[in-house]
């Protein structure tokens, strides 16, 4: 029995070391993948069959082998079977992508809905219906969904959302009560539930052009930010750290959502610049499921298409994408003074916030995401006046700062790969639970 | 040769291995030793052995072995031989201490400098005096100066201190301008140049009763942090992390030394908080060398008293202990309007700047140290209400905060005791390269 147990652990193991190395040197031949982790030739070649018959593995070509002249049929990941769900609630959207285990993004969807008017159950019952119908299409792709990750746009500890104060909800157990909720076609996934400015940032570590070592700002209703230091999530002692929204500009400023006074939020969220630039639209209500209307659309990407290689968020097209912030944009474009002054107040308060952010946090580079996206070209400016005025004397590098290359979807992408990433690391134990789909195509 | 090589990497590590059990499980027997590290009991032997020759490790007594029923002999850290030195460089003091290898402090001086009015060739003129009486001490006592590092209150990256706006000091390799002055008594030590509040969390880490989890604040004229995440020091991309005292209060606040507006440190600084209250002393000029009169005392502590030990910092006596520091305290004690003024404000920016350095950080509780611990009692509360008021909301639990034992002997502890974490974990670098003292007594 220990025997065995030992015996299941190794292989396990074994597994998750071949798959990473596949991962990180593929097209790669057996011998090569021996040589490289140190494991037998018998026991690559029966790891890789295994990994193989479980769809995570392809044979991709011959390659020849310089020292020994024998040919060796090369190894990479699979993109065919393996794929991950990635979700995102966020105040006036919700988001769900299907991406394999290649990190081929193949569908997304995005639907407006404003969240602060509905409560939990009812913003979940609107997710689901997305879920079914992004798992539909994933499993008429052939692909078969090892598990599911969904953003949430406040601090998670232990799968409790504490508070989004955006949306109004406390104590929320978000993963128990989509649990609760049978997605018709595909029985039950497994649900990690985590702050969107976490799985944001990486998100754009994973998808997005971006170094090892920066600060990802997602720019939404609310604002929240990621770190990430020689490549790794910096979460703080409890997972809650990030939360640049609530960083103070000015302590007497106005009232906040969260209690507090004179936050970032109130100066550079969403509906601080709508307001400014007297677009103070009325957020548009629930209005059931109206995928072709809402939807950014069903993106089919090819499988053969590299991650990173996703088009720039288009302004205002994002799924955070309000048709108010749609009009900002042209406005922005057009010269409106209004417009532009919002910016420029908002890009002062995110250069003050950064000022404190850089001086505690001391990233690489700062990636600015979400809504900042789309509206870089107006709020950089301002913002990198901001950090040079204040931090230009005493550091000799003022950071950069860069946009994002994924706007709004970085969410819901770094939502799908973190369940990639586990799977990844432990394949054995998604081949015993992953539900089959009609197999490969 | 390889084969040699190999074997010397080998011996070196497992020398590391065998005295960071030492450290971790002692008083422990070299069978248990052998079971812990998976060594064998003839390479376990060996390595105690040259451990013992090298005065790192000692024989405590005798332990029955439970199981065997043969009485084995008990070993522990000695801390008769190797000593780290710990120096601090600060606005307006120099301090120097030895630690031995099992974190007793052997001897702390402190001298009150105005290092504003020197050069830094000055300021390391001064320093190397501080030196030249700790080594002759410490060898007295039998030890020997395994290195030593250095403490500065500005950010350094790779030796470069890049600027201690508060000295007026920039771009300086203050290691190199040490290392060019040839220590009299014991020939040069390598310095390593660290950030003071970095160092100053480390000593609250290794000799203060902090928990693993904790933003360690050093308020002197200048104030810094440093983050422990899980016993580990959070450095930012650079190590530069941690500018606590530039973190922005209010952003069209007084000018500050950093180049910014409306730091921290115009608020709660030493300088900030002593004008407040109307204490605004023209600081002691450099006064030459006048141990008898300034220093805190030269601790030889015995080596028996445990680390952790110390005694709280006394009111105003720390080596920052400047007088009007302990006039400001006299003045609180008596409950003088204007000085109780003084903490409040300082209190309540604290408390701005903590609210954002916890929305960005995740600390676990916050340790007040440098001249805070003195202030304590009169900064804490106004603290606490601006935390409650601003972060209640939001989190389910604010952060609390905690006075250091250690006061402003922090840093300098936390530089002496990263010297004696490198020894720990390559003992077999510094029986090498080691000089010896007299040799044990």
Not at 88 to 93: L, P
Not at 110 to 125: G, I, K, S
Not at 156 to 164: E, F, K, R, T, Y
Request: aromatic share 2%; proline share 7%; glycine share 14%.
């Amino acid at each position: 029995m220990t025997q065995a147990v030992r015996h299941d652990s190794m292989r396990a193991r074994n597994l998750g070391v071949v798959l990473s190395e596949v991962r990180r040197s593929g097209p790669v031949t057996r011998a090569a993948l021996a040589e490289i982790t140190g494991l037998t030739k018998t026991t690559v070649s029966k790891m890789v069959g295994d990994l193989i018959a479980a769809g995570m593995v392809t044979e991709t070509g011959t390659l020849r082998d310089g020292e020994r002249g024998r040919p060796g049929t090369t190894l990479a990941l699979s993109g065919e079977r393996v794929a991950a769900l990635g979700l995102e609630i966020n105040v006036d959207y919700l988001s769900v992508c299907v991406v394999d285990l290649t990190l081929t993004v193949r569908l997304r969807y995005a639907q407006a809905v404003d969240n602060r008017a509905c409560t939990p159950l009812e913003t979940l019952t609107h997710l689901r219906k997305l879920i079914h119908r992004a798992v539909d299409e994933a499993r008429t792709a052939g692909l078969v969904i090892a598990g599911s990750a969904l953003a949430v746009p406040g601090p998670v500890d232990g799968g409790l959302l504490h508070s989004a104060p955006n949306l109004g909800w406390r104590d929320v157990r978000v993963g128990d009560l989509l649990d609760g909720l049978p997605v018709e076609a595909g029985g039950k996934f497994p649900v990690e539930v985590e702050n969107e400015a976490n799985l944001a940032a990486l998100g754009e570590l994973w998808f997005g052009s971006g170094p090892d070592d920066f600060l990802h700002v997602s720019g939404e209703i609310g604002i929240g930010a990621g770190l990430v230091v020689g490549g790794t999530l910096f979460r703080g002692a409890r997972g809650l750290a990030g939360e640049l929204g609530h960083v103070i500009v000015t302590p007497d400023g106005p009232a906040c959502r969260c209690g507090g006074r004179g936050c970032l939020e109130q100066y550079a969220g969403q509906e601080a610049l709508l307001r400014t630039a007297g677009l103070d639209l009325p957020p548009s209500p629930a209005t059931g499921l109206d995928l072709s209307a809402s939807s950014t659309a069903g993106l089919d990407l090819p499988p053969s298409s590299a991650p990173g290689a996703l088009p720039p968020a288009a302004p205002g097209a994002g799924p955070g994408g309000s048709p108010a912030l749609a009009e900002l944009v042209r406005r922005l474009q057009e010269g409106d003074a209004a417009a532009l002054l919002a910016c420029e107040r908002a890009g002062d308060a995110l250069g003050i916030a950064l000022t404190s952010a850089i001086n505690l946090l001391d990233p690489g580079t700062i990636v600015l995401g979400g809504v900042f996206a789309p509206l870089f070209p107006w709020i950089s400016s301002p913002a990198r006046a901001a950090l040079a005025d204040r931090l230009g004397a005493m550091r000799r590098a003022v950071p950069e700062l860069a946009v994002s290359r994924l706007g709004a979807d970085a969410a819901a992408l770094g939502a799908a790969g973190s369940v990639l990433q586990r799977v990844i690391a432990d394949p054995g134990g998604h081949m015993t639970t992953g539900r089959r789909g009609p197999g490969p195509r």
